[in-house]
């Protein structure tokens, strides 16, 4: 008797143990699931609030740049911002806005570069109601596009504004002037011959001219191969090296910049108060004009004759001695240097005669035109 009431003891105070036991563990799940759902409460809270910041940011830069569309998707207008700004890495496809009656033409950014494009004319096409737009597009730099895409739309002009109203997407009129604009892609496979203007068409659908006011697109080079080879350091190095040009020589030297090869010849030099002037001509062989451009280098006496050394020790010795004495300089070219032939221009060294007997430099251009195309 008195060893079953031992077993019941036993097994009562078993059972009270594993309650407790279990008491113990279900606090402890419990506790630790509060914890949880506190952090995930944070979490969800704090990504809640970069998302509303992430779309507010979104907004402004549209605002900014004159763009959005409701119809899209927080990614998709995110998406069409970095196309528009470059945010997707490497330089941006820029946008460019074109009227019928503009002057002159606009530049147009993309990846490969800037490019330059102007509307020629348009025509109405009654078959498929739409508008031939005739477009020219200035390609300054030494490769050929083969085949590129623009992407954009068109409307009517952007609409007047009365004083003291802003140009944001905030502004009822832009909003509705947004929603009219049509977009396009086109796709274009007329090569784009590199320094020349080259024209070709475009259809645009547009039930009248008051739909093309505005036209502004970018441009996705798809294809492009380089056509002038050599033109740099011919190993595929930098593509601007320095030319040693002597003062006194009669023959041309080679002056290479990353739009190519250019000649230049020294005809003379005089004394000024504010140095020496050299007179320069530059040969262009190209077909487009540089209307602004400099000479940076160095200068410095004649070269030492290595016949006048004994020894070659001695030569290398008058040549270390003559390296020290090379002095910087820059200097801007006054003159334009018109293309397929050779121009009279000149540039100021501060230096005396004596010390400006030889030149190691290299061509800056900083600004081309290409000629006008004459016809279609």
């Not at 900014?64 to 890495?89: I, K, P, Q």
């Not at 030319?243 to 009669?250: M, T």
Request: a negative charge; one cysteine or more; glycine letters at 8%.
């Amino acid at each position: 008797m008195i060893r079953k009431i031992s077993i019941d003891i036993l097994s009562t105070a078993a059972i009270i143990g594993a309650c407790v036991f279990l008491t113990g563990c279900n606090k402890d799940l419990e506790e630790r699931i509060d914890r949880l759902e506190a952090e995930l409460r944070s979490v969800r809270s704090d990504t809640r609030d970069e998302v509303v910041e992430l779309k507010d940011r979104v907004i402004a830069a549209e605002n900014t740049v004159g763009m959005s569309d409701n119809s899209l998707t927080f990614a998709e207008r995110l998406s069409a911002l970095e196309r528009n700004s470059g945010g997707e890495g490497g330089p941006a496809n820029g946008t460019v806005y074109l009227r019928p009656n503009l002057q002159g033409h606009a530049p147009l950014s993309t990846d490969h570069g800037t490019f330059l494009v102007r509307i020629e004319g348009m025509e109405l096409n009654v078959e498929n109601n739409s508008y031939s737009v005739h477009l020219n597009v200035g390609n300054p730099h030494a490769i050929a596009v083969e085949q590129f895409t623009l992407t954009g739309d068109h409307g009517g002009g952007t609409p007047e504004l009365n004083e003291g109203e802003e140009y944001t997407l905030d502004n009822p009129k832009i909003r509705e002037w947004q929603a009219s604009l049509k977009p396009f892609e086109y796709r274009v496979t007329k090569t784009l011959e590199p320094f020349a203007w080259t024209p070709f068409d475009i259809e645009l659908e547009a039930s009248s001219r008051e739909e093309l006011e505005m036209i502004r697109f970018s441009m996705a080079i798809e294809n492009a191969r380089l056509k002038r080879i050599g033109a740099g350091s011919g190993s595929g190095g930098e593509t601007s090296t320095f030319a040693h040009i002597r003062v006194d020589s009669r023959g041309a030297s080679v002056l290479r910049t990353e739009y190519g090869a250019f000649l230049v010849t020294v005809k003379g030099t005089e004394t000024t108060e504010l140095g020496t002037r050299v007179h320069l001509e530059v040969g262009n062989p190209y077909g487009f004009t540089v209307n602004q451009c400099r000479l940076i280098g160095e200068h410095g006496p004649a070269l030492p004759d290595r016949n006048k050394s004994a020894s070659p020790q001695e030569y290398s010795e008058k040549m270390r001695a003559w390296s020290a004495t090379l002095q910087p300089f820059e200097s801007a070219i006054p003159d334009k240097i018109s293309n397929f032939r050779w121009n009279k221009t000149s540039i100021l060294i501060p230096g005396p005669e004596d010390k400006v007997k030889f030149l190691r430099c290299q061509l800056r251009i900083e600004d081309v035109t290409l000629p006008a195309a004459t016809d279609r």
